[in-house]
């Protein structure tokens, strides 16, 4: 399902006093929305062919402070700007801000007009590129976890974080009563989405008090990262014009369950047959899947970061809560790192559980399409399918257990550096040495509790 704009359309829109502002942004390195507010007649008037943006963006971390050491961006070379370059096929209308429509742009190097090589966007395009070039088309969808509190984002600034209070008040996983609650900000998270001209499929309780998922169909992997961004974005503001808010945080409470975003991904050719499936295959995987599978095996422990990029993000990998530890495959198994879904049909796909609700999807996808490709060049054969409960069972490899180990597994990666270059490794392992350092430098509640009095 395509955007819904056009620039005939919105002009039109914009002529009827239907739309009279236009969004232009661009994903940053945490996956947020970054951009201006247009006025839609500067816009449709040559406004909109590009406009700029301080080329700092991609070098600032959550707080939105300037990041040192950074090689693409620094005050020695004067933070100048990005070229914002919208792609006119993300036009669209967004239902829940009145009178608006958004466009998503690519960033580009001011001189060059070439695509900024550290820009999430543009990393996944190199890796739909490569794979288009092997005769092969990347489809990808994510389930994207969240959870829904009582309180506004200012209350909870004015009163603390201490207040908050799920919507639920207790497990609500596929619970109808529960989620009946939740309804006057879901039903419009389901609507104005559709109405955005993203195909949602459903939205679900989950497995904790306040857990919430939102699904969407499936669509080619730079469109499915669109859409996730999109979603998050628009689950934010819908909540937040309701008077409550929402967190995408992996792990908000020691003692609830995490919040996943499930990557699921599929191969076909370029003239629409499912790569994928083998009826006479295990699980009906053909050669090609597996493949494709051992590569993202093969390379799990160096692609975490962009599954889990904060120190929070590791928190979710815990025993009994639905989250994997461990790096094996099986078939339909939520214990497994990675899960053979749709088996014996021309659905069957590979479902990585390892991101957090906290990913940039641009960058999680990019790295599964890399080492998945990677196994197909290599032809890598597929260890054998681990079952039952993959939480007890010894000597099997462990997901990183901390923000450090994953981000030294990407800085000593050859794959990721080999696929995505040595710009953007070093890039993004700068941002997680970042993480590191602020965490480490914070006195934390817990610390306080456990040492004020005893130590």
């Not at 590129?129 to 994207?144: I, Q, V």
């Not at 009826?279 to 590569?295: C, I, P, R, T, Y």
């Not at 490709?373 to 039952?388: C, Q, S, T, V, Y």
């Given at each position: ?6 620039l ?17 942004v661009?994903?940053?390195?945490q996956?947020?929305?970054?951009g201006?507010?247009?006025?839609a007649?500067?816009?449709l ?16 971390d ?7 050491g ?15 370059k ?6 669209r ?6 009178a ?11 001189d060059?007009?070439?695509?900024i ?23 990808m969808?994510?389930?994207?976890e969240?959870?829904?509190f ?14 908050l ?7 609500e ?54 859409n ?15 008077g ?14 995490g919040?996943a ?12 047959k499912?790569a ?12 090609l ?7 993202q ?29 461990k ?39 990019a ?5 998945g ?10 260890e ?26 990407l800085?000593?990666?050859?794959m ?6 040595d ?23 817990f ?9």
């Amino acid at each position: 399902m395509p955007a819904n704009l056009t620039l005939d359309t919105l002009k039109k829109a914009y002529e009827s006093g239907e739309i009279d502002t236009v969004l232009v942004v661009a994903p940053d390195m945490q996956g947020r929305l970054m951009g201006k507010r247009f006025h839609a007649g500067f816009f449709l008037n040559g406004g909109g062919d590009e406009t700029h943006c301080c080329n700092y963006l991609l070098a600032i971390d959550m707080e939105m402070n300037t990041v040192p050491g950074y090689a693409s961006s620094s005050w020695e070379k004067g933070y100048g700007d990005y070229v914002m370059k919208p792609d006119l096929s993300t036009l669209r209308r967004l239902p829940w801000l009145p009178a608006t429509a958004m466009v998503i742009c690519d960033l580009l190097d001011h001189d060059t007009h070439e695509e900024i090589a550290v820009s999430p966007r543009a990393i996944l395009k190199r890796q739909i590129a490569r794979a288009r070039d092997m005769g092969l088309e990347a489809m990808m969808a994510s389930e994207l976890e969240f959870y829904l509190f009582e309180n506004s984002y200012e209350s909870l600034r004015d009163d603390g974080l201490g207040t908050l209070r799920p919507a639920a008040a207790y497990n609500e996983d596929y619970h109808i009563f529960q989620t009946s609650r939740e309804e006057g900000v879901m039903r419009k998270i389901r609507n104005h989405l559709f109405g955005a001209g993203i195909p949602v499929e459903n939205t679900k309780g989950e497995a904790d008090a306040g857990q919430a998922e939102v699904n969407y169909r499936y669509s080619d992997a730079l469109d499915t990262a669109d859409n996730h961004t999109i979603i998050k974005q628009a689950v934010k503001e819908i909540a937040w014009s309701e008077g409550k808010s929402v967190t995408f945080m992996a792990k908000y409470d020691t003692s609830k369950a995490g919040s996943a975003a499930h990557v699921h991904q599929s191969l076909w050719s370029l003239d629409g047959k499912p790569a994928f499936y083998d009826k006479d295959g295990h699980l009906g995987m053909s050669k090609l899947m597996e493949h494709f599978v051992a590569g993202q095996l093969a390379a799990a422990e160096e692609m975490t970061v962009f599954f889990a990029p904060y120190v929070n993000s590791y928190k979710r990998f815990c025993v009994g809560l639905f989250a994997p530890t461990k790096i094996v495959w099986s078939g339909d198994n939520r214990t497994a790192g990675f899960r053979v879904c749709g088996a014996h049909s021309k659905a069957v796909r590979i479902e990585c559980r390892i991101p957090g609700s906290d990913v940039n999807p641009y960058l999680a996808c990019a790295a599964l399409l890399a080492a998945g490709l990677d196994g197909i060049e290599r032809k890598l054969e597929l260890e054998p399918e681990a079952r039952g409960d993959l939480y007890s069972r010894p000597n099997l490899r462990e997901i990183p257990k901390n923000l450090r180990d994953a981000a030294a597994a990407l800085k000593g990666s050859s794959m990721l550096r080999r696929t995505l270059g040595d710009e953007v490794v070093d890039h993004y392992h700068h941002a997680a040495q970042w993480e590191i350092s602020e965490t480490d430098r914070v006195v934390t509640d817990f610390e306080l509790q456990r040492l004020l009095e005893r130590a």
